[in-house]
């Protein structure tokens, strides 16, 4: 068994900064409180989702902002059901992350392939 430290209230401040400090934390806890106001558990999928947001706002979220269309985005159909809100919240955590790194994993993808080119070219020359 994991032990958690105890978080008080007089915590909380601190709390906020360290969430605000990672746009992905700041972002769940956005939504989730956005969809618990107004939703469920079990959330069986998307458009169980419908009520906790005007779908002619665009909502601010960092940085950026997020249209509700765009949810179906963040919620693949793989993540439905969601029991928790423990799952909510990974499933949110998990869905900024992934769009957080994605220009990360272009680079990536982009330097594998110039990489492989340059072997390529490199290998043409030795013959």
């Not at 956005?34 to 005007?54: C, G, Q, V």
């Not at 159909?77 to 955590?93: G, H, K, M, V, Y």
């Amino acid at each position: 068994m994991r032990l958690r430290p105890i978080i008080t209230e007089a915590d909380l401040s601190l709390v906020l900064d360290v969430i605000r400090c990672n746009q992905s934390l700041e972002r769940a806890l956005y939504v989730a409180l956005r969809i618990e106001r107004s939703t469920e558990y079990p959330i069986s999928s998307i458009d169980d989702l419908k009520p906790a947001f005007n779908y002619a706002e665009r909502f601010p979220l960092g940085e950026g902002s997020l249209r509700p269309q765009d949810l179906a985005t963040i919620f693949p159909d793989a993540a439905f059901p969601i029991e928790s809100r423990d799952e909510l919240i990974t499933q949110l955590i998990m869905a900024f992350e992934r769009e957080r790194m994605a220009p990360i994993k272009s680079l990536a993808e982009q330097q594998e392939s110039s990489e492989v080119f340059f072997d390529a070219v490199q290998d043409g020359k030795k013959d």
